[in-house]
């Protein structure tokens, strides 16, 4: 076998350590006959060779001189004589010789030396070569296949594949088409090399907790790659490697499943969350099961399941379905309580109430308000008071209690002053003006809506500003409506001239006591 210069320099710099082989020889030209003339020499097929070397022509060995061309072999040979064998060094390539060193059988055991020595430095000059020459992909996809590990290769032969056909369906333009390939992504190859043999390794040994944990380790790395395909994919594996767990009452089960659950819900394929969610609160109940942190799993089942109920409601709200919506709030609100979390819980009873007064059932709505008065009240927590004060007056309009219904406005008035919320503050001065305003109290109607108008200048919402001044203006006009009439149906001069002001100028003027009418139609005159 016949390797580089560098591994046969490499046998000749240690060429101390075998003196019975290489020892000061003289240089001979071997003169062959042609192998027309005769068989070839017996040094050509002797079955004593185990190994072959070589290095530059240029280099000498110890003792030995260059050796000459014989003309009729057309080769360069040399012969190296020891006291009892004759090793001879040939060369074929003329314009480059090198030296061949043939070792025979009987040097005490070193052949066997030296051929593992050049076979392990060939080995690895050839694996160098060979990982430079190939992709990163197929160095890894070989180094699988020569651990053992053929599972851990197929399935990432199969996330490649499956991760391609995606992208081809996707086409040019998708946001998948501008990524790299998994290929071109060296760092998740070596993630994927990684946790895919240890979970080999573990599922062979039978430890299928150290399989999940590889697979679930996988998955959060390429969640947290924003790689969806991959960690949903794993989230998936790690939930079918729970059925053989047998040790921990279904807790890796437990953790499976909400793991899927909040990727599908992420997805937006809010059905299929809903039953890994459940499947988690089911697994969790009454059980002392926490996290890395300290939360309970139960009490997260619960959050998850009121998550992802009110979700579903709104779904089926937008699709005018609210019967079907209720039924789900409900649900939701039932499992808030369950969960023991007050603000959840509250926020549970909120929606809820909304959907009744939406209905068209007011009365219900209170009650459901009135539980997430309380316990905003007992969180102390602003926010949640002035949403509940601003859904309680208009379900209290609603059933007719305009009296308690601007009591409550006010609150919300105070609330939103205190929160510094400029949108509430606006929503609550304008739902107060339109209360004033139904009841004729048309001074109080402007004076709150005014208020109104001036914050929403301030605020970048020009739907909100227009809304504003329709109100301000219906306001506005009501206040002046009964000084009008009254000046019309008095049907005087001063009257008449006072009208004529007001439409040039918008000066109101109709409160004003009648005193002298030359002022009146020196302002008239003044206008033209």
């Given at each position: ?226 790689d969806k395909l991959l960690s949903d994919y794993f989230f998936e594996t790690c939930l079918k490697t729970t059925a ?184 609550a001065c304008k739902s107060l003006g339109v209360i004033y305003n139904t009841l004729g109290r048309y001074d109080l ?84």
């Open positions: 076998m016949a390797l580089t210069a560098d591994i046969a320099r490499g046998f000749y710099k240690n060429r101390s350590a075998y003196k019975p082989l290489v020892q000061t020889a003289r240089v001979e030209t071997v003169r062959t006959p042609a192998a027309k003339h005769g068989p070839k020499p017996s040094y050509e097929n002797s079955m004593n060779a185990r190994h072959l070397t070589r290095t530059n022509a240029s280099q000498k060995i110890q003792g030995c001189q260059k050796p000459r061309k014989d003309s009729r072999r057309h080769a360069w040979v040399a012969e190296i004589p020891d006291d009892s064998h004759r090793h001879h060094i040939l060369a074929t390539d003329c314009t480059e010789a090198k030296y061949l060193i043939r070792v025979p059988n009987s040097c005490h055991g070193l052949d066997g030396l030296l051929e593992d020595k050049i076979r392990s430095k060939m080995n690895r000059v050839g694996g160098i070569t060979a990982s430079y020459r190939n992709s990163y992909k197929h160095n890894i996809c070989l180094d699988m296949l020569r651990e053992g590990y053929h599972r851990s290769f197929s399935e990432l032969s199969a996330l490649i594949h499956k991760l391609n056909a995606f992208r081809e369906a996707e086409g040019p333009g998708s946001d998948i088409w501008q990524q790299k390939t998994l290929e071109e992504q060296h760092e998740k190859l070596d993630k994927l090399q990684c946790f895919l043999t240890r979970a080999e390794a573990a599922q062979r040994a039978g430890l299928y907790e150290e399989v999940y944990n590889s697979q679930l380790s996988l998955a959060c790395y390429f969640k947290g790659t924003e053989m767990i047998s040790s921990d009452e279904r807790q890796k089960e437990a953790e499976a499943n909400a793991n899927l659950g909040l990727a599908y819900e992420e997805k937006g394929q809010l059905n299929k969350a809903v039953e890994h969610y459940e499947a988690f609160y089911q697994l969790s109940v009454e059980k002392p099961w926490q996290d890395e942190d300290g939360c309970s799993h139960y009490a997260q089942a619960c959050e998850n399941l009121w998550r992802i109920y009110t979700l579903l409601a709104d779904k089926m709200l937008e699709c005018d379905k609210r019967r079907e919506a209720i039924k789900t709030l409900i649900k939701a609100f039932e499992i808030a309580k369950e969960g023991g979390d007050r603000k959840m819980e509250g926020l549970a009873a909120y929606r809820v109430a909304l959907a009744y007064h939406a209905n068209g059932d007011p009365q219900t709505a209170i009650k459901y308000l009135q539980m997430y008065l309380k316990v905003s009240e007992l969180l102390n927590d602003d926010f949640g008071l002035s949403k509940a004060y601003e859904a309680m007056s208009k379900a209290l309009v609603s059933v007719g209690n305009i009296n308690e219904a601007i009591r409550y406005l006010e609150m919300f008035v105070e609330v939103a002053k205190r929160l510094s919320e400029k949108r509430s503050l606006v929503d109607a402007c004076e709150y809506i005014s208020q109104a108008y001036d914050i929403a200048i301030t605020l970048s919402d020009l739907p909100l500003l227009e809304i504003v001044q329709v109100h301000f203006g219906i306001a506005k006009a009501h206040s002046m409506m009964t000084a009008v009439c009254r000046n019309i149906e008095a049907g005087k001069r001063v009257n008449l001239d006072r009208l004529v002001i007001w439409k040039n100028n918008r000066i109101d003027m109709f409160n004003e006591p009648i005193t002298d009418a030359s002022s009146v139609s020196s302002r008239r005159g003044e206008s033209t």
